[in-house]
């Protein structure tokens, strides 16, 4: 199990290689051409001290970072809260959607233990006791065997269906971020277009290519943060359901492995 973790955690960290790679190339080259663009206006208009491209590109001193925080604006701010609300999600996951937190194997090898000993009363209390989900699929299960087995391995199937129904609610969330990521990226790419069209509808005079080149760049970068923001919500979505799947039918089986045991034991005994 903690190899699998490992395995996916590293898939992640890839994932957010490659974006923030993709970043670096794509910043740079904007920069440059964002500095040249004001380069050659400010000679056209005898300003020497403005001569270096790269000196235009990140006026007044500002970094690449501070740059693409005022480009990206509040749509920017939002992606960021959720990211951040993502990657705590998909750590909960990790830490909560464990075989040894849904099937304790202490409790397991208890149960067990006591269904060995007779010591039905004391498996009754222990289930009752155990805060998880085959104690509580099993106490169900329990108060269904005075009837019989059939209505034991019924209340098994039922409480394996709801545990399926509260899992698949904690990974919901990842579900929904993988479709507002794109969702949110493309109101930033309206927003910039629009800022650009707006700039050049009121404009009475000839257009400068740094005029329209900012809302551009918005729609641009909003654009891909979304998408970035998507991919990797949509893997561990996908990769979450399946091992809920595999988590539900493991508690299952382990249930009615333990309910005919005790049926069997009690009617031997």
Not at 95 to 117: D, N, T
Not at 124 to 139: F, H
Request: aromatic content about 8%; proline content about 3%; glycine content about 8%.
């Amino acid at each position: 199990m903690s190899s699998s973790i490992t395995s996916h955690l590293r898939v992640l960290l890839v994932v957010f290689i490659l974006a923030g790679g993709g970043w670096f190339q794509l910043l740079p080259a904007t920069l440059a051409q964002s500095g040249g663009t004001v380069a050659s206006e400010n000679q056209g208009e005898n300003n020497p001290s403005s001569l270096d491209p790269q000196e235009n590109g990140l006026s007044e001193g500002r970094s690449t970072f501070w740059w693409l925080i005022e480009t990206s604006g509040w749509i920017g701010l939002a992606l960021l809260i959720i990211s951040l609300y993502f990657v705590a999600k998909v750590t909960q996951c990790f830490l909560e959607l464990r075989e040894s937190v849904l099937m304790p194997p202490k409790f397991v090898a208890r149960c067990h233990q006591l269904i060995a000993e007779r010591e039905f009363t004391t498996l009754l209390a222990t289930a009752k006791a155990e805060n998880s989900e085959i104690g509580r699929v099993l106490t169900t299960a329990f108060s269904g065997l005075s009837i019989g087995i059939a209505e034991a391995r019924e209340a098994v199937d039922r409480g394996a269906d709801t545990l399926a129904v509260n899992l698949e609610t904690k990974i919901s969330m990842l579900a929904v971020i993988g479709s507002l990521g794109p969702m949110i990226g493309l109101l930033g790419t309206l927003k910039g277009m629009i800022s650009s069209f707006s700039v050049i509808a009121l404009s009475d005079q000839q257009m400068k290519a740094s005029a329209v080149a900012g809302g551009i760049s918005e729609a641009l970068i909003l654009t891909f943060e979304g998408v970035a923001l998507s991919v990797p919500a949509i893997y561990f979505f996908a990769f979450f359901r399946n091992r809920v799947a595999n988590l539900t039918v493991a508690v299952q089986n382990t249930a009615d492995e333990i309910v005919k045991r005790v049926y069997l034991a009690a009617k031997n005994n």
